[in-house]
T-cell receptor
Framework: AQSVTQPDIHITVSEGASLELRCNYSYGATPYLFWYVQSPGQGLQLLLK??????LVQGIKGFEAEFKRSQSSFNLRKPSVHWSDAAEYFC?????????????FGQGTRLTINP | DSGVTQTPKHLITATGQRVTLRCSPR?????VYWYQQSLDQGLQFLIQYYNGEERAKGNILERFSAQQFPDLHSELNLSSLELGDSALYFC???????????????FGPGTRLTVL
């Protein structure tokens, strides 16, 4: 069965530092991968997605992610974080069931930014 | 703002009661998805509707049901509520039903349900 693992439940970085959030997936076919961000009290906002082609994907707010099939990973990166990046980040894989798509989410990584 | 709206924002009710959550998809989107977010289960897919018809079911309890109306808004009905049903319920919408797997789902702000 398809699954997503985000190994880090909570990460703290200093403002201006670089960031990498890990995501590993398990899916038998070609994965469709997504990163969403959830700010406190807010819904899920799409940061970026990977369907095919260039394995380095650019998203909003300066985020990027790299798809590595050999490692079954889709890690999210940002070169310099801002205090407003504090939020919970979810990696998801889109799988087809009953001829339709559903998203399977990881448990999320909570990001705290130190001033 | 994703363009997906959900009402109400908060709902507090008692065990055994029934509630209805409402979702309006983005303009032009035909698919509506419902997800439940709880501390112990994380984000779980419940059910999907496309253009008024049920397309896929996930971990949805028999006490829960949903429908999508001709104007494409959707309602999630939760009955015989238990304490464990307390969660954040999200609605998402997309243009298609994801037949190719490349559909992008846009999420609403959620409805926080508290069962006392």
């Amino acid at each position: 069965a398809q699954s997503v693992t985000q190994p880090d439940i909570h990460i703290t970085v200093s403002e201006g530092a670089s960031l990498e959030l890990r995501c590993n997936y398990s899916y038998g076919a070609t994965p469709y991968l997504f990163w969403y961000v959830q700010s406190p009290g807010q819904g899920l906002q799409l940061l970026l997605k990977y369907f095919s082609g260039d394995t380095l994907v650019q998203g909003i707010k300066g985020f990027e992610a790299e798809f590595k099939r050999s490692q079954s990973s889709f890690n999210l990166r940002k070169p310099s974080v801002h205090w407003s990046d504090a939020a919970e980040y979810f990696c998801a894989v889109g799988s087809i069931i009953q001829g339709a798509q559903k998203l399977v989410f990881g448990q999320g990584t909570r990001l705290t930014i130190n001033p | 703002d994703s363009g997906v709206t959900q009402t109400p924002k908060h709902l507090i009710t008692a065990t055994g009661q029934r509630v209805t959550l409402r979702c309006s998809p983005r303009s032009g989107d035909l698919s509506v998805y419902w997800y439940q977010q709880s501390l112990d289960q994380g984000l779980q897919f419940l059910i999907q509707y496309y253009n008024g018809e049920e397309r896929a079911k996930g971990n949805i309890l028999e006490r829960f049901s949903a429908q999508q109306f001709p104007d494409l808004h959707s309602e999630l009905n939760l009955s015989s509520l238990e304490l464990g049903d307390s969660a954040l319920y999200f609605c998402a919408s997309s243009v298609d039903f994801g037949r190719a797997g490349t559909d992008t789902q846009y999420f609403g702000p959620g409805t926080r349900l508290t069962v006392l």
